[in-house]
C-alpha cells in the first residue's frame, strides 16, 4: 500500500516530470499559452503514459532485448494516434491549439523513460498506477504554468476574464504581453523550478 502511494504522488512534488526531472520541455515550453492548453496536454500524455505503461509491462517478457526501444515506441505510437483521432473528433478546437505536440508525444522522453525504467521492470498494477502518477505531476506542472502565463498576459483564467487589470479607453486589459510569448514561458518556469527545489529541501 504504501509503495503503491509513493508511486502515485511522487510526481507530483519529489519527481515532478517538468520542476524537477527536467523531461518534457518542449511541450511545456510551446503549449501552455493558456490553462486549458496545459491540462488538455497534460491530459493526454496521462493517458498515452497510463496505457503504455500498462501495455508494456504486459509484453516486457514477450520482447527481445534488441528491438525493445523500437517496440516500446510502436506501443507508444499507437496510443498517441488513439489520443489524436478522439481530440480531433471530440474536442477540435482544443486540438487545433494543441497541433503538432499531440503527434510528439511518441518522443516525449517522459514517456518513454517510464516505459524503460519502470514499467519493463514492474508488475501491470503497479505500470499503471506509476504512469497516472507522473501523468498527474506532468499535467498539474502544465496547467499550473498555463495558468500563470494566461493571468499574466491576457488576464484570464481557462478564458474566463479576471478584471484584475486597468483598461485601455477599448476595455482591454492592460497586460505583460511577454507571458504569452515564448519568453514567458522561460521566466514563468524558471520560477516555479527554484519554488519546488526549495519545497524539496525541506
Known amino acids: 500500500m504504501n509503495s503503491t502511494l509513493q508511486n502515485l504522488t511522487k510526481g507530483l512534488v519529489k519527481e515532478n516530470p517538468v520542476f524537477v526531472l527536467l523531461l518534457g520541455l518542449c511541450p511545456t515550453l510551446g503549449v501552455t499559452t493558456s490553462a486549458i492548453n496545459g491540462l488538455g496536454m497534460g491530459l493526454a500524455t496521462t493517458f498515452v503514459l497510463m496505457m503504455s505503461n500498462m501495455s508494456i509491462s504486459m509484453v516486457k517478457n514477450f520482447i527481445p532485448d534488441k528491438v525493445r526501444i523500437p517496440a516500446f515506441i510502436v506501443i507508444i505510437a499507437s496510443f498517441v494516434t488513439v489520443v489524436d483521432l478522439l481530440m480531433q473528433g471530440y474536442l477540435q478546437a ?6 503538432l505536440f499531440i503527434p510528439l508525444i ?13 514499467a519493463s521492470k514492474n508488475n501491470v498494477f503497479d505500470s499503471i498506477i506509476d504512469g497516472f502518477g507522473m501523468g498527474l505531476g506532468f499535467s498539474l506542472a502544465l496547467t499550473i504554468l498555463g495558468g500563470i502565463r494566461e493571468i499574466l498576459g491576457s488576464g484570464a483564467i481557462f478564458g474566463i476574464p479576471l478584471h484584475i487589470f486597468p483598461t485601455d479607453d477599448k476595455g ?21 523550478i527554484a519554488i519546488t ?4 529541501s525541506k
Request: proline letters at 5%.
Open 94 to 99: 482544443l486540438h487545433a491549439q494543441l497541433g
Open 106 to 118: 511518441v518522443v516525449n522522453c517522459i514517456v518513454l523513460g517510464r516505459a524503460e525504467a519502470f
Open 172 to 192: 482591454n486589459p492592460i497586460t505583460m504581453i511577454v507571458f504569452v510569448l515564448a519568453p514567458g514561458a522561460f521566466i514563468v518556469l524558471g520560477y516555479l
Open 197 to 200: 527545489k526549495k519545497i524539496n
